[in-house]
Nanobody
Framework: QVQLVESGGGLVQAGGSLRLSCAAS????????MGWFRQAPGKAREFVAY????????AYTDSVKGRFTVSRDNAKNTVFLQMNSLKPEDTAVYSC?????????????????WGQGTQVTVSS
C-alpha cells in the first residue's frame, strides 16, 4: 500500500509560480509511474502531467506544455510539479497518483494510488 501526500498549493496571482510536491511512503517508489491530475469546480478530473519510473520520460497535456515541468527524486520518494506562468484557468485541486506500467498514462483509471489533493488558486 502506497500513501501519497501533496503539498505546495496555495493562492497566487496570474503569471506567478508554484511548486507542488508529492511525497510517497509505504512502497517502492521507483516501481511506479507518477501522474498529476487536476479537477476544477464543476468539471471532470483531467490529466496534467506524467513522469516515468526512472524520470527519463515525461508527458503533458497541451494546455500546460511549456509552463509546467514534472520531475521526481526517487532517493527522496517525491515527485514534483513546477508550475510557471500560471493562469486563472489553472485553478483546481491537484492530485498526484501512482501507476504500474501498462495502459495510457493519461487515463485516471490506470492509476492505483491517489493523494488527497492540494488546492491551487490563481487570481486574475
Amino acid at each position: 500500500q502506497v500513501q501519497l501526500v501533496e503539498s505546495g498549493g496555495g493562492l497566487v496571482q496570474a503569471g506567478g509560480s508554484l511548486r507542488l510536491s508529492c511525497a510517497a511512503s509505504g512502497g517502492t517508489f521507483s516501481r511506479y509511474g507518477m501522474g498529476w491530475f487536476r479537477q476544477a469546480p464543476g468539471k471532470a478530473r483531467e490529466f496534467v502531467a506524467y513522469v516515468s519510473m526512472s524520470g527519463g520520460t515525461s508527458a503533458y497535456t497541451d494546455s500546460v506544455k511549456g509552463r509546467f515541468t514534472v520531475s521526481r527524486d526517487n532517493a527522496k520518494n517525491t515527485v514534483f510539479l513546477q508550475m510557471n506562468s500560471l493562469k486563472p484557468e489553472d485553478t483546481a485541486v491537484y492530485s498526484c497518483a501512482a501507476r504500474y506500467s501498462g495502459g495510457s498514462y493519461s487515463i485516471a483509471g490506470n492509476y492505483v494510488y491517489w493523494g488527497q489533493g492540494t488546492q491551487v488558486t490563481v487570481s486574475s
